[in-house]
């Protein structure tokens, strides 16, 4: 059973930074592609952070240079640290994962999701 838990969102002014996690009830994350995507308000989901296991990143282009994906397959933990944060960052962040999604950044290739922890950037 894959139970993927996100945390560390919240408020943060423009400039700021935040680290995400997402906590891996298996081992999931040690045998499968982890992302990271986000949702606003009356847009579509956009794909932001993916990692494969061979260590592989990949970016979304709105968040290239300012945010990284990491992730501790001993604390079994996807990270997401985000910097230079702009107001348009704002969104639900869910954290995902899939033995081999055919597009990293495709979140439709993904069988597992969290809950989302929401973030705002004022």
């Known amino acids: 059973h894959v139970q993927l838990v996100e945390s560390g969102g919240g408020s943060v002014q423009a400039g700021g930074s935040l680290r995400l996690s997402c906590a891996d009830s298996?081992?999931?994350?040690?045998?499968?592609?982890m992302a990271w995507f986000r949702q606003a308000p009356g847009k579509e989901r956009e794909g932001v952070a993916a990692?494969?296991?061979?260590?592989?990143?990949y970016y979304g282009d709105s968040v290239k240079g300012r945010f990284t994906i990491s992730r501790d397959t001993g604390k079994k933990t996807l990270y997401l640290e985000m910097n230079d944060l702009k107001p348009e960052d704002t969104g639900m962040y869910y954290c995902?994962?899939?033995?081999?999604?055919?597009?990293?950044?495709?979140?439709?290739?993904?069988?597992?999701w969290g809950q989302g922890t929401q973030v705002t950037v004022s």
């Open positions: 990692i494969a296991t061979s260590g592989s990143t």
């Open positions: 298996s081992y999931t994350i040690s045998r499968s592609y």
């Open positions: 995902a994962a899939d033995l081999e999604p055919m597009v990293p950044l495709g979140g439709q290739w993904y069988s597992y």
